[in-house]
């Protein structure tokens, strides 16, 4: 797979990055291996905090020109890339404040003596990161692995090399040494070759269902942990009580959000029959109000699809959807006469069990339309799904919410909100969507040796 920026919106090629060889990955590996070995790694983490603390104030420092390097490569709208480079400083600056507590040994009282657990570096992880956050899906990994004092080497995504070459040089930057972050510009086999490698301690894929479970099989193969951060067909529940208007409206920014590309989007809508006609008509309102266009443009609201490859996915999942007896209510198609990738803000319904797209998760501006007669009707649709991510309920009832909260089959649920992320929230899913968390206290625990130390009398 060649590594290439080529703009989402003309489709014209900017640059192409050269790929590296084994003799570099042999050097990244045992660079990083041996950094890990290293005082930094295995000594007092305040350097490596200092170092988050750093990074933190650079991304800060340079939001605008990071902002449109992600814009530039993939597509999304520009104040949506301002927000993911000021996310990714808090997630920074979170562990820079927080991973001390975190990472600090936990008395386990005992009959068998003085026992504590102790939270210890493992190794060198290898991670498998994806294009729709280019930055942030970086960070998630990096900052409670380099506070934990694992070194990080990464594949990204081929089509985002510029934001790839421009985190390992922020991490540099930051004051990190060489081994901390290594970015690597490597096929899938060259991936299989170091993850079988020996000082490789664990793995960390966020991505689809397929590569998810290539990478997971090819880990547990050579007995290493990994984590799995893959797709989801999120729902957005409204209740016959909710305020539709600010459901529709929230409703179509969950659906339409990096032009549909975000792994906890609102992909299927269940909608309580007594206003399902409400809220379609005013979902649809927000669909049509939409300006296609350059996603540095700040009057753009839909930018373009990352590449012409998921723009052709998506109109064959669309066209096949129909085929299957899905009603096309709103869009459907690629936009033609366009050298960008746009696809037209869709609206499906009356799709039935047997239809393909029920189970499929659709990566763009196509929104899935259910209606439910109660909230037994709501639940049993929710959880007759392979995936398992996130969800969003809208309710003025909180006894409600949180019953059903309690009943969907999911790793997050949402009531009167988007599915959203922060650095201090746990980040993951169920079923096909994966397991272990990303962020928050559980995300640093993930790659940490928990290591029992017991002192018993000495005589
Ligand atoms: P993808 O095709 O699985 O790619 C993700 C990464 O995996 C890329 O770096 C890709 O490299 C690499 N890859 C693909 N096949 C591989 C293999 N056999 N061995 C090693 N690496 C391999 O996913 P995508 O289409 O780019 O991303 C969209 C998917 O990610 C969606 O399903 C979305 O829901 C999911 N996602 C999940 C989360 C979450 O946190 N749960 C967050 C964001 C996205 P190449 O680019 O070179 O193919």
Same mark, same amino acid.
């Given at each position: 797979?060649?590594?290439?920026?080529?703009?989402p919106?003309?489709?014209?090629?900017i640059?192409?990055?050269?790929t590296?060889?084994?003799? &570099?990955?042999?050097?990244?590996?045992?660079?990083?291996?041996?950094?890990?070995k290293?005082?930094?790694?295995?000594?007092?983490?305040?350097?490596?905090?200092?170092?988050?603390?750093?990074?933190?104030?650079?991304?800060?420092?340079?939001?605008?020109?990071?902002?449109?390097?992600?814009?530039?490569?993939?597509?999304?709208?520009?104040?949506?890339?301002?927000?993911?480079?000021k996310? %990714?400083?808090?997630?920074?600056?979170?562990?820079?404040?927080?991973?001390?507590?975190f990472?600090?040994?936990?008395?386990?009282?005992?009959?068998?003596?003085?026992?504590?657990?102790?939270?210890?570096?493992?190794?060198?992880?290898?991670?498998?990161?994806?294009?729709?956050?280019?930055?942030?899906?970086?960070? +998630?990994?990096?900052?409670? $692995?380099?506070?934990?004092?694992?070194?990080?080497?990464?594949? &990204?995504?081929?089509?985002?090399?510029? %934001?790839?070459?421009?985190?390992?040089?922020?991490?540099?930057?930051?004051?990190?040494?060489?081994?901390?972050?290594?970015?690597?510009f490597?096929?899938?086999?060259? !991936?299989?070759n170091?993850?079988? /490698?020996? +000082?490789?301690?664990? !793995?960390?894929?966020?991505?689809?269902?397929?590569?998810?479970?290539?990478?997971?099989?090819?880990?547990?193969?050579?007995?290493k942990?990994?984590?799995?951060?893959?797709?989801?067909?999120?729902?957005?529940?409204?209740?016959?009580?909710?305020?539709?208007?600010?459901?529709?409206?929230?409703?179509?920014?969950?659906?339409?959000?990096?032009?549909?590309? !975000? %792994?906890t989007?609102?992909? +299927?809508?269940?909608?309580?029959?007594?206003?399902?006609?409400?809220?379609?008509?005013?979902l649809?309102?927000h669909?049509?109000?939409?300006?296609?266009? /350059?996603?540095? /443009?700040?009057?753009?609201?839909?930018?373009?699809?990352?590449?012409?490859?998921?723009q052709?996915?998506?109109?064959?999942?669309?066209?096949n959807?129909?085929?299957?007896?899905?009603?096309?209510?709103?869009?459907?198609?690629?936009?033609? $006469?366009?050298?960008?990738?746009?696809?037209?803000?869709?609206?499906?319904?009356?799709?039935?069990?047997?239809?393909?797209?029920?189970?499929?998760?659709? @990566?763009?501006?196509?929104?899935?339309?259910?209606?439910?007669?109660?909230?037994?009707?709501?639940?049993?649709?929710?959880?007759?799904?392979h995936?398992?991510?996130?969800?969003?309920?809208?309710?003025k009832?909180?006894?409600?919410?949180?019953?059903?909260a309690?009943?969907?089959?999911?790793?997050?649920?949402?009531?009167?909100?988007l599915?959203?992320?922060?650095?201090?929230?746990? @980040?993951?899913?169920?079923?096909?969507?994966?397991?272990?968390?990303?962020?928050?206290?559980l995300?640093?625990?993930? @790659?940490?040796?928990?290591?029992?130390?017991?002192?018993?009398?000495?005589?």
């Open positions: 797979m060649a590594y290439q920026t080529i703009n919106f003309n489709n014209k090629l640059k192409e990055y050269p590296h060889n084994s003799q &570099h990955i042999e050097q990244a590996l045992e660079t990083a291996h041996q950094l890990y290293s005082d930094w790694a295995q000594g007092d983490i305040k350097p490596r905090l200092q170092v988050l603390r750093k990074l933190s104030e650079i991304m800060s420092s340079r939001v605008e020109e990071l902002a449109e390097i992600v814009s530039v490569e993939m597509g999304k709208l520009i104040e949506q890339s301002r927000s993911e480079v996310l %990714c400083a808090e997630i920074a600056k979170y562990y820079a404040d927080n991973a001390e507590a990472l600090k040994p936990v008395p386990y009282p005992s009959k068998l003596g003085e026992a504590w657990v102790e939270n210890s570096p493992i190794g060198v992880i290898m991670a498998v990161e994806p294009w729709n956050f280019p930055f942030y899906q970086l960070m +998630r990994v990096l900052a409670p $692995n380099l506070a934990a004092g694992n070194s990080v080497i990464t594949k &990204h995504a081929s089509i985002v090399p510029h %934001c790839a070459e421009t985190f390992e040089k922020l991490v540099s930057d930051a004051g990190a040494p060489k081994g901390a972050y290594t970015n690597l490597i096929s899938t086999e060259q !991936v299989a170091i993850i079988a /490698d020996d +000082r490789i301690q664990g !793995v960390a894929l966020t991505g689809s269902e397929k590569a998810g479970a290539i990478v997971a099989s090819q880990a547990a193969n050579k007995l942990k990994s984590t799995l951060e893959l797709g989801g067909n999120d729902i957005f529940a409204v209740l016959d009580d909710a305020d539709i208007d600010r459901a529709a409206k929230i409703g179509a920014m969950a659906r339409i959000n990096n032009a549909g590309q !975000v %792994c989007a609102a992909k +299927r809508f269940i909608i309580h029959e007594k206003v399902a006609d409400e809220f379609l008509k005013k649809t309102a669909f049509k109000a939409l300006k296609m266009g /350059d996603p540095l /443009d700040k009057q753009t609201t839909l930018g373009p699809l990352s590449s012409a490859e998921a052709k996915t998506l109109g064959k999942q669309v066209e959807a129909v085929k299957k007896g899905a009603k096309l209510h709103l869009g459907g198609k690629a936009v033609s $006469n366009n050298p960008g990738n746009f696809f037209e803000p869709t609206i499906l319904t009356h799709i039935t069990r047997d239809n393909p797209a029920y189970f499929e998760e659709f @990566f763009g501006p196509v929104a899935q339309i259910y209606v439910v007669k109660d909230d037994q009707e709501l639940v049993k649709l929710a959880n007759d799904s995936y398992g991510l996130g969800g969003a309920l809208f309710t009832d909180m006894q409600r919410a949180r019953k059903l309690t009943q969907i089959e999911t790793g997050m649920v949402y009531v009167n909100s599915t959203n992320t922060a650095p201090e929230l746990p @980040f993951g899913g169920v079923k096909r969507s994966g397991f272990g968390r990303e962020l928050s206290d995300g640093i625990k993930e @790659f940490v040796n928990q290591k029992l130390v017991v002192l018993a009398a000495s005589s």
